[in-house]
């Protein structure tokens, strides 16, 4: 079966500064990959989704996230954290099947951004 | 610009009580889905509905039912409220998942008493 660890349940980190938020993941094959982000009170928007290709895909509000298949990985990065970027963040898989199937989330990282 | 309406936003319900969440979606989508979502484990699927006529369990699926109305709508049903139902509940939908992501509504806020 297929199940997503964020190792990093909550994360502080100053306006300006860099981010990175872990995602490892398992699965028999490569798998799709895609990262959430949820602010207070709201449902859940897409920030970048990965499928196939390019390791490196780019998102929306300035995120990027790497595919490592040695590692089962798919971190979210920014170069520069905006106080507006504070919310949670979900990285979640889906069999690559090409049919609708089960998205399965990881228990989400809360990122707080200091002034 | 609707995309993904869940009724209603919050809910307080007696236990043993039942009751209906509704989603409904203008996006055309084929797939739906149910997910409630409780502190430090994320989102976890009830049911979902690969396309009309069809509906197939999640991870945790004890406790309610769901029905796919029609191609737009998709609700799920608490028969017999438990505490342990209290959490929110989020509905999704997509086109077909490889490629596009979920589209989630604004969620259900739901307690039970």
């Known amino acids: 079966a297929q199940s997503v660890t964020q190792p990093d349940i909550h994360i502080t980190v100053s306006e300006g500064a860099s981010l990175e938020l872990r995602c490892n993941y398992s699965?028999?094959?490569?798998?799709?990959l895609f990262w959430y982000v949820q602010s207070p009170g709201q449902g859940l928007q897409l920030l970048l989704k990965?499928?196939?290709?390019?390791?490196l895909v780019q998102g929306i509000k300035g995120f990027e996230a790497e595919f490592k298949r040695s590692q089962s990985s798919f971190n979210l990065r920014k170069p520069s954290v905006h106080w507006s970027d504070a919310a949670e963040y979900f990285c979640?898989?889906?069999?690559?099947?090409?049919?609708?199937?089960?998205?399965?989330f990881g228990t989400g990282t809360r990122l707080q951004v200091t002034l | 610009n609707a995309g993904v309406t869940q009724t209603p936003k919050f809910q307080v319900l007696k236990t043993g009580q039942s009751m209906t969440l509704q989603c409904a979606q203008d996006?055309?989508?084929?797939?739906m889905y149910w997910y409630r979502q409780d502190p430090g484990m994320g989102l976890r699927l009830i049911y979902y509905?690969?396309?009309?006529?069809?509906?197939d369990k999640g991870e945790v699926p004890n406790g309610y039912n769901v029905s796919r109305l029609n191609k737009r709508e998709f609700s799920l049903r608490l028969e017999s409220a438990a505490p342990s139902q209290t959490s929110v509940y989020f509905c999704?939908?997509?086109?077909?998942?490889?490629?596009?992501?979920?589209?989630f509504g604004q969620g259900t806020r739901l307690t039970v008493v």
């Open positions: 990965y499928f196939s290709g390019d390791t």
């Open positions: 509905s690969a396309s009309e006529g069809t509906t």
């Open positions: 999704a939908s997509t086109m077909r998942f490889s490629g596009v992501g979920a589209f």
């Open positions: 699965y028999g094959a490569t798998p799709y």
């Open positions: 996006m055309n989508h084929n797939s």
């Open positions: 979640a898989v889906a069999p690559n099947t090409g049919t609708a199937s089960k998205l399965t």
